[in-house]
């Protein structure tokens, strides 16, 4: 299991090797990256910031990925987010798992997307021609969790 919290970028295809290097038993890796992505020319997107409480976080993170294994037949899972200041179409996330199967690594990627977007310690804020603006959590986020908390 690989948690981290960085300002660096990571490269997908090197972690997902990673992931699976050293397992024969890995027969799907399913992973999610996540992307600044600009708001189009009425809100146009200068950069984004993204804040965290250091120590907090990750443990989140891990509490995250931990659940994922209890949860699903997990050979081993990530979690990369990025920090610090963004620019349009860079990386922000990657969560990946592998398993034996598919129906556990999809289920599991998809389980610890939704944990992180609602409950890691994460503050994002958008920078934009008219200034800065602290982003609101998404009612759409809250919904997609409640679907793993039956």
């Known amino acids: 299991m690989h948690i981290s919290v960085q300002t660096s970028d990571f490269d997908v295809s090197s972690e997902l ?3 699976h290097a050293h397992d024969s038993a ?4 399913v992973s999610f990256v996540g992307l ?3 708001l189009g020319d009425q809100q146009k997107l200068i950069a984004m910031e993204l804040e965290h409480y250091p120590g907090m976080t990750e443990k ?3 509490k995250i990925a931990e659940e994922a294994k209890q949860r699903w037949k997990l050979i081993d899972c990530l979690i990369i987010h990025r920090v610090g200041r963004l620019q ?3 990386q922000i996330v990657l969560v990946a798992a592998a398993s034996a199967h598919r129906g556990d690594a999809f289920s599991a990627c998809e389980f610890m997307m939704d944990y992180l977007k609602t409950e890691a310690p994460f503050w994002k ?3 934009g021609p008219s200034g ?3 982003v609101d959590a998404r009612s759409s986020d809250d919904s ?3 679907k793993w908390k039956k």
């Open 17 to 19: 090797k990673r992931l």
């Open 26 to 29: 890995v027969g799907a890796v």
């Open 36 to 38: 600044v992505r600009d």
């Open 60 to 62: 989140c993170l891990l």
């Open 88 to 90: 349009a179409l860079d």
């Open 125 to 127: 804020k958008e920078i």
């Open 132 to 134: 800065a603006q602290w």
């Open 144 to 146: 997609a969790l409640a």
